[in-house]
């Protein structure tokens, strides 16, 4: 491991660290009214992994010279949003995964009923705390009602379950287009991960140059995420609605390469303060899982 792998290992243990105190709060357990509900939606929320979309949120904040408290609300709304996209994917009648995160998933720990009112949850839940970063000191409540319409345009119909939509139908194809591959994902895995940027960025402020600049770059490294996923489950999984299926794994690898060039240069009139950004898109790059 380079010592820039490291340094990024550490700066996103310490700020998903800042995110599990903050969902800590927002889901404390042991709350047993209404049935348990939010304990479920606890259990989907813990672990966490690296908590991927709220560091993103975070890092745009501090590339722009901003503390993470400024834009927690929005960051731990992006994870409850995904969160439910992931109680709602392992059900029967969607990937159908009895496990997440090395436990049982949570309709296979609750039922299913449960498990879809639990994800309801966590994403009607997440609306309301993103409509807490206007009480935040210092953020223009104007720029917070703008993230929960990010939060909403991501989520939505246009975003990630419109995404989802595609992606079903697709599956069901024997062959995708290469142009319907790239809609699928920049909706399903993209839109999640460019609002998570553009929240910090609005939040804090951002200038109309850099918010275009770390939009482009958001958009890149949602493309960098989806073709190394694929990568990597293609010799497992061999999905119709993959990069590698449509594109070949040489050309994959080389788009997603440009992408990862192009994500450092939109970057270049920021200073050091965002190079957690421009290790993200090269980590993700070498990543083997």
């Known amino acids: 491991m380079s010592e820039a792998t490291l340094q990024l290992d550490t700066w996103i243990r310490e700020r998903a660290a800042l995110v599990d105190e903050a969902l800590e709060r927002l889901l404390p357990a042991d709350l047993k009214a209404f049935g348990g509900v939010a304990d479920m939606m606890r259990y989907a929320m813990f672990p966490g992994g690296k908590r991927f979309r709220p560091v993103l949120t975070i890092a745009a904040a501090e590339a722009l010279g901003h503390d993470p408290r400024r834009v927690m609300p929005a960051a ?14 392992d059900l029967p009648c969607m990937d159908d ?4 995160r090395g436990k049982p998933s949570c309709h296979v720990r609750f039922g299913e009923a449960e498990a879809l009112l639990a994800g309801d949850g966590l994403v009607i839940e997440a609306f309301r705390v993103a409509a807490q970063n206007a009480s935040v000191p210092g953020v223009d409540p104007r720029n917070a009602l703008r993230v929960v319409e990010e939060l909403a345009a991501a989520s939505g119909w246009e975003g990630m379950v419109g995404g989802q939509m595609l992606d079903i139908q ?8 290469a142009d319907r591959v790239v809609a699928i994902h920049r909706a399903k895995t993209g839109a999640l991960i460019r609002g998570s940027v553009r929240a910090g960025a609005i939040l804090c402020d951002a200038t109309p140059a850099q918010l275009e600049a770390l939009t482009g770059y958001a958009e890149r490294l949602g493309l960098v995420f989806q073709i190394t996923d694929d990568l990597l489950d293609w010799g497992e999984e061999q999905e119709s609605v993959s990069y590698p299926a449509v594109y070949g794994v040489e050309e994959s690898r080389r788009l997603a390469q440009q992408a990862t060039d192009e994500s450092q240069r939109l970057l270049a009139s920021f200073g050091v303060a965002a190079e957690p950004l421009r290790e993200l898109a090269r980590y993700l790059m070498r990543r083997d899982r």
Not at 170 to 177: I, K, L, N, S
């Open 97 to 100: 995964d009895a496990e997440r």
């Open 76 to 89: 731990c709304a992006f994870e409850m949003v995904h969160g439910f996209s992931l109680v709602h994917d």
């Open 170 to 177: 697709g599956m069901r194809e024997e062959r995708v287009a």
